[in-house]
């Protein structure tokens, strides 16, 4: 199980136990600490691909990340025209098409109009060489 904690910069791995729901094993995966904000920003949302990759957000970077989370190795990287990067997810019949949603909040009026009249889209990426999974459905 892989938890992103935006405000320290790190992303963390744990053990799932699926019967007990317990987490144990905390290990840091990714830590963007020591790498430039304007470049790296802060990760925020994320999702996995079927090589067990994580696909991470970076909030204010204009960046999604492929990262191995064995390594910590960044292994692609996807520059969009905004900054507010906020999440990302696999969709479309194949589950090959990258979904990644953006923000606009913190900019000002003239930051958006000048400089980002994008923040706030949502975009799709194709031919990144991945595949998601469908999302589980609640059972309960």
Not at 99 to 126: I, Q, R, W
């Amino acid at each position: 199980m892989f938890y992103t904690h935006s405000i320290p910069r790190k992303i963390f791995s744990y053990d799932y136990d699926i019967h007990s729901g317990e987490a144990s094993r905390e290990e840091v995966v990714v830590d963007f600490t020591d790498k430039e904000w304007s470049e790296y920003g802060m990760p925020d949302g994320m999702t996995t691909d079927v090589m067990d990759k994580l696909w991470v957000a970076a909030f204010k970077s204009s960046r999604v990340f492929q990262i191995d989370p064995e390594t910590g190795k960044i292994l692609q990287t996807i520059k969009f025209p905004v900054s507010e990067m906020t999440s990302c997810c696999f969709g479309g019949p194949n589950y090959d098409e990258l979904y990644v949603t953006s923000s606009h909040l913190s900019l000002t009026d003239e930051e958006f109009k000048n400089n980002e009249p994008l923040a706030g889209s949502l975009f799709k990426v194709t031919e990144t060489g991945a595949k998601g999974r469908p999302a589980f459905s609640f059972q309960g």
